[in-house]
């Protein structure tokens, strides 16, 4: 195993190992990454495309073949150059067409990028609640935050096994963690906007978002 040359690149292994009992803050499994470095490998990036200002990579790569390399599965990654690509199903052994010896260990993976150049500055402002005698709160601080897409319009969304339908001005997509919750004011093209919020997971968590349906109530 390991005698044919593959290439000359070199990665890492990332195995997505179960976090036995532990779960976020969402009550989804966690996991703790384990990190092997292997060389004599060749990746390859095999398409770039871009759509709403997240551009999408293609990869595939071959790697020795070893216990490590075959053991890679559709939970784990491997990163090239820094960067971080999710893999796409399980590991594939490659052999030889004459002699059926093992050749190297295929794996194909994706990656995610926000493109900044196309990003949309949007306000969100905590909307302020109500005192013990029902009395309004005052809001709390705006925090201005990069949205990731901004489609315009008149846009109806459903939510819920029941269907309800809510219409929306503006439709912002939000990476994860901003901390946005549905009634709060969002700023959206210098109209502000009460948010109606719809958290959109992936089986990758950085990819995870906060979908934002933003209802303008003003009038001009």
Known sequence: MGQFVIGSDTVILIFRDPASGVVDADGRPTYTDRRISKDRAKFTVTSVTETAGVAAYQAKAALQPDDDAMALTSKDAIEHDGKVFELIGDALMQRTLIDGLDHHVRVYCSREETVASVTELVTITPRGGQDDDGHRLPDGAPVDVEAIEVTAGNTAERYGAEGTTDEADFTVV????????????????????VARVQRMFSQHAERNRDVVLAKFRGGG
């Open 174 to 193: 939000l990476p994860l963690g901003t901390g946005v919750r549905d009634g709060d004011w969002i700023t959206v093209r210098g109209r502000r906007c």
